[in-house]
């Protein structure tokens, strides 16, 4: 049985069958009590699209948790650190066996990653199908 990754947050907008929640994402140290004078603790803004087809249902403002599979949180880890690490490393032994110079491995290293994110980009719409949030009331 796949587990849900849950967050609670706030509706942002609405938009026909979307709703946007904010989600505040807190550092580990985010709920300790001294976290106002400490200065370690910071939190950032998410914001999440959720389809649903009682999207009028919701207010903005209104206090929902989102939730989505696990699994997603795996697949996103591995498309955005796991597939350009074993590029960039496979790129860089390649580059150093051909070329035999560490400049010029680093630089075609780094660059096999532009096309990497740039084609991430041009199939951003695909992959947000895959990446489906919910709202559980």
């Given at each position: 049985m796949a587990q849900d990754?849950?967050?609670?947050?706030v509706v942002d907008s609405i938009d026909g069958q979307s709703v946007i929640v904010r989600i505040?994402?807190?550092s580990a140290c985010g709920g300790c009590q001294a976290r106002n004078i400490c200065r370690a603790a910071e939190s950032k803004?998410?914001?999440?699209?959720?389809?649903?087809?009682d999207a009028g249902s919701f207010?903005?403002?209104?206090?929902?948790?989102?939730?989505?599979?696990?699994?997603?949180?795996l697949k996103a880890v591995t498309f955005a650190f796991g597939l350009p690490l074993l590029l960039l490393l496979a790129a860089?032994?390649?580059?150093?066996?051909?070329a035999g110079s560490e400049k010029v491995a680093a630089i075609a290293a780094l660059g096999?990653?532009?096309?990497?994110y740039?084609?991430?980009?041009?199939?951003?719409?695909?992959?947000?199908?895959?990446?489906?949030f919910r709202i559980i009331e």
């Amino acid at each position: 049985m796949a587990q849900d990754i849950r967050h609670q947050g706030v509706v942002d907008s609405i938009d026909g069958q979307s709703v946007i929640v904010r989600i505040t994402q807190l550092s580990a140290c985010g709920g300790c009590q001294a976290r106002n004078i400490c200065r370690a603790a910071e939190s950032k803004d998410k914001l999440v699209e959720a389809h649903c087809t009682d999207a009028g249902s919701f207010d903005v403002g209104q206090t929902v948790t989102v939730a989505g599979a696990e699994s997603l949180g795996l697949k996103a880890v591995t498309f955005a650190f796991g597939l350009p690490l074993l590029l960039l490393l496979a790129a860089l032994v390649t580059a150093m066996a051909v070329a035999g110079s560490e400049k010029v491995a680093a630089i075609a290293a780094l660059g096999v990653l532009v096309p990497y994110y740039l084609v991430l980009f041009l199939l951003r719409d695909r992959i947000k199908k895959d990446f489906q949030f919910r709202i559980i009331e």
